[in-house]
């Protein structure tokens, strides 16, 4: 079960807009990604992109949403141990596994974890469902058939994409020049760390790329064959 920060103010931000954050170890979700979404089981990739399931003559573009964007002032904070639990599934979707910054911090009272340098892709809805209402089956798929007609197919309509991934650790003791050291050591590089009071620690990531951080996802609803409609599905539920 997901641990529940103690101030949802990223994931209740981002689910006002219809954004879910991304809590698994996955990160390579793309626009247009088809994903299948059986009762009992967690969502699993289902096609690269909508076009290698379903054909149409209508042109589907992305656009910037220059409106939705989160800093560091958008965060979720947990209690020591249940963050740095968290913390460590994290850094291991980014590769960083091997840094084991619980044996840096072994105690403390906070962690908090926020976004910087975010923009928003997005593909309007109206251009989805034309697309699908004028949709064929890219070639005869007996196994598409039935997992539409049971309405198990989710679309990836929205993508929230950050440079730096922010972590701040409010910790019980004094933290020293040495330890900042000793935290840059420990991290080779990966993490800018600095002071940020006299017992708060903030480290940010590199920034070289940008990486998906939330996702948007309709799924797409079906009768005998025939494309229906879209519902928003990541405004109350994590499946990502």
Do not use: C
């Not at 954004?19 to 698994?24: R, T």
């Not at 990531?205 to 494309?227: C, I, Q, Y």
């Amino acid at each position: 079960m997901e641990a529940k920060p103690l101030l949802t103010n990223l994931s209740k931000y981002l689910r006002e807009q219809g954004y879910d954050l991304i809590n698994g170890p996955l990160r390579n979700y793309r626009l247009l990604q088809l994903w299948l979404k059986k009762p009992g089981n967690p969502a699993e990739l289902y096609y690269n992109t909508l076009s290698h399931a379903f054909a149409s003559d209508q042109l589907l573009n992305s656009q910037t949403n220059s409106a939705l964007k989160v800093s560091s002032r958008y965060k979720n904070e947990y209690k020591f141990n249940m963050g740095m639990s968290v913390l460590e599934a994290l850094l291991d979707s980014f590769g960083l596994n091997q840094l084991a910054l619980e044996t840096v911090f072994s105690s403390g009272n906070r962690v908090s974890i926020a976004y910087e340098g975010s923009e928003t892709i997005e593909v309007p809805l109206a251009h989805i469902e034309n697309y699908m209402h004028t949709a064929d089956y890219l070639h005869p798929n007996p196994s598409l058939f039935t997992h539409a007609n049971r309405d198990q197919i989710l679309l990836i309509s929205g993508m929230m994409l950050a440079k730096n991934l922010v972590i701040t650790i409010d910790t019980d003791f004094e933290i020293s020049p040495e330890f900042i050291v000793e935290v840059d050591k420990k991290t080779q590089g990966k993490l800018n760390a600095f002071k940020k009071s006299e017992r708060s620690i903030k480290m940010v990531s590199e920034g070289k790329s940008l990486f998906p951080v939330a996702v948007k996802a309709h799924r797409l609803h079906f009768d005998k064959g025939h494309f229906i409609k879209t519902n928003l599905v990541t405004d109350s539920r994590a499946f990502f």
